[in-house]
């Protein structure tokens, strides 16, 4: 019976010849059959997936060490390009579209040696935090059927968490990776921007958009990004820093006590959940305990992030979408017409769904002549606002911590408010307004039995800290 | 000295809305608009609160990478075949993606 432990201890099986791929295939297959109500996969596939692995077991013979990703089960968010395969955006507008291309993050999995078993289901174009967005229908989370996933990589994280593969990449503007791995009690990590190429991953917010990863175990995830970030000739805005050995650097951890920094009005929030309070401050405490300096830092600018964070997302969203227009690719409506405008039009309102077409006309509004300037370049301003105040807070603290969500996983149906259901982005928005790093570990458990995260964020570019630092906290959870 | 703004919420009447959506090429069902115009305008409402905050000059960010003129060689190198850039197309023929004919005599 194969059981999953760690990339390291699936290599060492299959060095001994204690499993083989096919084997980790197969358990992965079952896994999602089984759970096919959680409706996690938009499309398997199942063939492909066995072939490769048996390609994989047939090439293992007189290895000595493996390819890092040798034989590993991914599955990927339907919003990053696999050549020859389908590419949705979980939108009816993209419905029967195919990549012509890979998307960089996965020609890196591929040489790496990763096996691709499906594309997951996600909000409309990344749009939403409950995966009731999309138009291959409502995800389910794991722990409880009748809750919501989050969102929007709600199908990547179940994936996971289902154990349908041992890892997925998703993609997080606001919170899409962290958010749902808070929910489904599983590691979720945003990489900083430009981190990892955009190459291939449908935009949304092009200057907040970041693939991340979503994984079981702290190894797993740091050794994926370890092989896909890093330069590329395909992406000007990817940094071109080497990219340290995430994996290695884990294992030596740091003699000194961390700095750490939460935010007195994140804890002292209205919204926030009293069991996640409490919790969340007496893992301060047991830190505090163990010999970390914690402390409290005043941020005035916490109920600002939302609305920034919208005002500047919808109005790149406005722009990325303009894009479909059915004429090159995409969804082309049946209605007749000899008008162009009326030709896009009945395209684009036939084929996006009611919540991408909210954030599109709210992003048309901010940039339309006459409220630019009030609204827009108003929020540009208080991002670097927001990029001061990070750079002053890392100059004297390691990391930032907070809950990663507000509340834990609610009932499906039970959300329909467009500003309430912003207003749960609270915490996530800020690592994307200001490019740094965060992730989600899941440490804790609600009383209403769902798990539930904390949220660890670096400095810009820093991930070693933020993955070492994130050791630290499993260990002293006793979750590692 | 405290000044106080009175900040009144910008207003998405019909003509605002009609014409937002005409700039979005979208189009609504008098259903769908009530519905979108009514959350519009309290997103619209929402997101006045930025103007609490005094951000006289304080310089936009325009972009969040601090990389300068990113240059690289200019390569030779093939891209997609005729095949592969109508392979998505909803309607072409092979050699041309097809349009509805929209110019009129």
């Not at chain 1, 138009?135 to 929007?152: K, L």
């Not at chain 1, 890892?167 to 929910?183: E, K």
């Not at chain 1, 907070?402 to 500003?419: H, L, N, R, W």
Request: net charge negative.
């Amino acid at each position: 019976m194969f059981s999953f432990t760690g990339i390291k201890d699936y290599h060492n099986a299959l060095l001994n010849g204690q499993t083989t791929c096919v084997e980790a295939v197969h358990y992965y297959l079952n896994g999602i059959a089984a759970q096919q109500h959680l409706n996690a996969f938009i499309e398997v596939y199942k063939e492909e997936a066995l072939q490769r692995a048996a390609m994989l077991d047939a090439a293992l013979p007189g290895q000595q060490s493996l390819q890092p990703l040798y034989g590993v089960v991914i599955g990927i968010k339907d919003v990053i390009s696999y050549q020859d395969h389908g590419l949705t955006a979980a939108s009816g507008i993209l419905r029967n579209f195919v990549s012509l291309y890979n998307a960089t993050a996965v020609q890196r999995l591929l040489d790496a040696g990763a096996i691709i078993i499906g594309r997951q289901n996600c909000d409309e174009f990344a749009m939403g935090s409950a995966n009731e967005n999309s138009a291959y229908g409502i995800v389910r989370n794991a722990a409880d059927p009748e809750r919501v996933p989050g969102g929007s990589s709600g199908g990547s994280a179940v994936a996971v968490q289902g154990n349908m593969c041992m890892l997925s990449l998703g993609s997080d503007t606001g919170g899409s990776v962290r958010q749902p791995a808070d929910f489904c009690g599983i590691i979720g990590l945003k990489p900083s921007y430009g981190r990892v190429s955009r190459y291939g991953l449908i935009a949304y917010a092009s200057s907040f958009d970041q693939i991340g990863i979503f994984g079981l175990h702290l190894n797993d995830v740091a050794l994926a990004l370890e092989v896909i970030a890093g330069e590329d000739a395909f992406d000007s805005t990817v940094s071109t820093a080497p990219v340290p050995a995430y994996s290695e650097q884990l294992q030596t951890q740091p003699e000194k006590p961390y700095r750490i920094a939460y935010f007195k009005q994140a804890l002292e929030h209205p919204g926030l959940d009293p069991a996640i309070k409490e919790q969340t401050e007496a893992f301060i405490e047991t830190l505090t305990a163990a010999g970390h300096l914690v402390q409290a830092v005043d941020f005035d600018l916490l109920d600002y992030v939302v609305p920034a964070y919208y005002v500047l997302t919808t109005a790149e969203a406005s722009s990325n979408l303009s894009r479909y227009d059915g004429v090159k690719y995409g969804y082309r409506s049946p209605v007749a017409t000899d008008d162009l405008t009326d030709f896009y039009k009945q395209n684009r309102s036939e084929g996006f769904g009611a919540e991408v077409k909210r954030r599109i006309m709210l992003g048309t509004f901010v940039l339309s002549s006459g409220y630019y300037d009030a609204y827009f370049t108003k929020a540009q301003q208080v991002r670097r606002l927001l990029t001061q105040k990070t750079t002053a807070i890392f100059g004297e603290f390691d990391a930032i911590i907070s809950p990663t969500v507000p509340a834990p996983a609610f009932k499906i149906g039970e959300k329909s408010d467009p500003i309430e259901i912003f207003l749960a982005d609270i915490y996530t928005v800020f690592a994307n307004l200001t490019g740094i790093p965060g992730i989600s570990l899941p440490l804790f458990t609600h009383p209403s039995g769902m798990p539930f995260g904390i949220q660890v964020m670096t400095s810009q570019m820093n991930e070693v800290t933020l993955l070492s630092l994130s050791k630290t906290f499993m260990q002293i959870a006793a979750k590692d | 000295m405290n000044v106080s703004v009175i900040f009144v919420s910008m207003e998405i009447n019909d003509g605002v809305f009609n014409q937002l959506a005409h700039l979005a090429r979208l189009r609504f069902s008098e259903a769908e608009k009530a519905s979108i115009q009514h959350d519009l305008q309290r997103m619209v409402a929402f997101v006045e609160k930025l103007n609490e905050l005094d951000t006289t000059g304080v310089d936009p960010i325009l972009h969040m990478s601090n990389s300068v003129n990113v240059w690289r060689e200019d390569v030779v190198e093939g891209s997609v075949s005729r095949e592969a850039a109508l392979a998505n197309a909803p309607v072409q023929d092979e050699a041309f993606f097809k349009v509805p004919k929209v110019i009129k005599k």
